[in-house]
């Protein structure tokens, strides 16, 4: 079993930051990718990032170049970096774990970007 908590949501204005964190807790040692995926209201769930346990990381073409995704192993936690915020990365962001077959999700966290 692995579980997630996320932190880091907020409220923040177009073309601002937020880092978003995800702690991992738990059989932490059968984590292979970690990633985010955000979900708006009445809107899909949408995939964000992934990382996998190599560092190799892949990005939706919509945060491509804004959005960073990294890992610390030694903290177990995955971070995201989020820069030029648009009001469309408004969402409930959560973290994902894929481990031992399966994939575990946090409970989330609200990002709101303003005008």
């Known amino acids: 079993q692995v579980q997630l908590v996320e932190a880091g949501g907020g409220l923040v204005q177009a073309g601002g930051s937020l880092r978003l964190s995800c702690a991992a807790s738990?059989?932490?040692?059968?984590?292979?990718?970690l990633g985010w995926y955000r979900q708006a209201p009445g809107r899909q769930r949408e995939w964000v990032t992934t990382?996998?346990?190599?560092?190799?990381?892949k990005y939706a073409s919509s945060v491509e170049g804004r959005f960073t995704i990294s890992r610390d192993n030694a903290k177990n936690t995955v971070y995201l970096q989020m820069n030029s915020l648009k009001l469309e990365d408004s969402a409930v962001y959560y973290c994902?774990?894929?481990?031992?077959?399966?994939?575990?999700r946090g409970q989330g966290t609200q990002v709101t970007v303003s005008q």
């Open positions: 994902n774990a894929e481990a031992g077959g399966r994939v575990y």
């Open positions: 738990g059989t932490t040692v059968s984590i292979n990718a």
């Open positions: 990382i996998n346990s190599a560092g190799v990381t």
